[in-house]
DNA sequence: GAGGCGTGGCG
DNA sequence: TCGCCAAGCCT
């Protein structure tokens, strides 16, 4: 029963918590109104799979309807678009499939050309950990993707949420999975209070309780689509919404408040200094970064380390030179922090060689390299590329 | 379990 | 302009 992973009180709640009384926080509003399924009755599945079969997104990953996804064209797509837009991924998705039609030709793959090749979707370690996990899927499962979640759950870069979405998608097993989308359009029917991440596995719970054992693929995809297109973040269309009726935050007329969050910190600054070197040859000089960490195993123009404060780059240089400054700098948000980058350039002769553990490289070579997009701008900003 | 881990777009 | 956000995973 879906009510026993919901704490609070049943209690009539239409008219509360209307947009006319916003001095208080989400939270505290949330909290406040105290009140589950106000909707006039529960989200029936069936009103969501028919409005997917009339406005389901065509996707390059997704099978035509009625027909079954290709389980490594669903791994692929959905380590992709781990945190990561549906338009960011589509020339990265089309790109490595043709590059690497099975995951056997991907399991096959130098790990340096799977990540030159994923250079600019960030999160690297997606790179390296799907590159591992096609190997897994090879040497553990034959080369065929195991139609079990557990299984799935298993191998490397695979976590909940994408063991459930191939288990549903790509084998139409009985999966919930929940990302971004799920919670938005569970929080809001339910109303969940309790703010993420806590509310987590009772979001989980009953997104579960609302997966049918009929088309329960179609529906994951259906309930992504629905928090895609139409339950979004910001101002939500409800009035499209094939779910208003059983609505808990439509009835409330508060579902743009939800899913209630956290605060969260502040950004801290980092800064640093970047050596762009280049040789009358155009070549500049670049070096591969640590294995771990930040940027992991990417290629990078040699910079003193990022700290809170300036570093002065006296000893950071990578070569003997004349260092100048170029004006401005390059600004870069990470998840954690924010960059701030000084560059040095320096002009060398074309015999110049590169020092141990540097190389130099022409912008012709560039692609071939697995720059993030921050090095990317420091190389623009150099006028260089 | 909280923090590390990219990037680009949008209101 | 800038904070928020997008089909999370790993440690």
């Known amino acids: 029963m879906v009510d026993d992973v919901v704490s609070e009180p049943l209690a009539p709640a239409r008219g509360r918590g209307h947009l006319g009384r916003m001095t208080s926080s989400p939270a505290a509003r949330a909290a406040a109104s105290g009140a589950q399924k106000s909707g006039t009755s529960a989200p029936a599945p069936a009103a969501l799979l028919a409005w997917y079969d009339r406005h389901r997104r065509r996707l390059p990953w997704r099978a035509e309807p009625g027909r079954q996804a290709d389980p490594y064209h669903v791994f692929l797509s959905e380590i992709m678009l781990q945190q990561t837009t549906v338009k960011a991924v589509g020339p990265y998705f089309t790109g490595f499939l043709a590059r690497w039609p099975t995951v056997s030709h991907l399991a096959a793959a130098p790990l340096e050309e799977v990540l030159s090749a994923w250079a600019g979707l960030g999160y690297y370690a997606r790179a390296r950990n799907l590159h591992a996990c096609a190997q897994a899927v090879v040497a553990r499962h034959g080369g065929r993707f195991p139609d079990d979640e557990a299984a799935l759950l298993d191998l490397p870069g695979i976590g909940p949420y994408t063991a459930a979405a191939i288990a549903a998608i790509a084998f139409d097993l009985k999966a919930s999975p929940v990302d971004g989308n799920i919670e938005r359009v569970v929080s809001r029917l339910y109303r969940v209070a ?15 309780a609302l997966t049918p054992a009929e088309r329960p693929g179609d529906f994951a995809q259906a309930m992504m689509d629905l928090g895609a297109t139409i339950c979004t973040p910001r101002s939500p269309a409800c009035s499209l919404c094939p779910w208003m009726e059983p609505c808990d935050a439509r009835a409330a007329g508060d579902a743009a408040l939800y899913p209630v969050k956290a605060p969260k910190g502040d950004k801290p600054k980092r ?29 990078e123009v040699p910079s003193t380390p990022w700290g809170p404060k300036p570093e002065a780059p006296e000893g ?22 924010a960059l701030t980058l000084k560059v040095l350039r320096a002009d060398l002769g074309a015999g110049t060689p590169a020092p141990a553990g540097h190389r130099w490289v022409t912008p012709d070579g560039f692609d071939a390299e697995a720059l993030p997009s921050v090095m990317r701008k420091v190389l623009a900003h150099g006028g260089v590329e």
């Open 194 to 208: 309790e703010p993420l991440p806590g509310a987590k596995p009772r979001i989980k719970a009953l997104a579960a």
């Open 316 to 337: 950071h240089a990578p070569l003997k030179a004349r260092w100048r400054a170029l004006p401005g700098a390059v600004e870069h948000v990470f998840t954690h922090f």
């Open 271 to 299: 800064e640093g200094v970047a050596f762009l070197a280049v040789r009358a040859d155009g070549a500049v000089l670049l070096r591969t970064r640590p294995d771990k960490g930040l940027l992991a195993k990417m290629t």
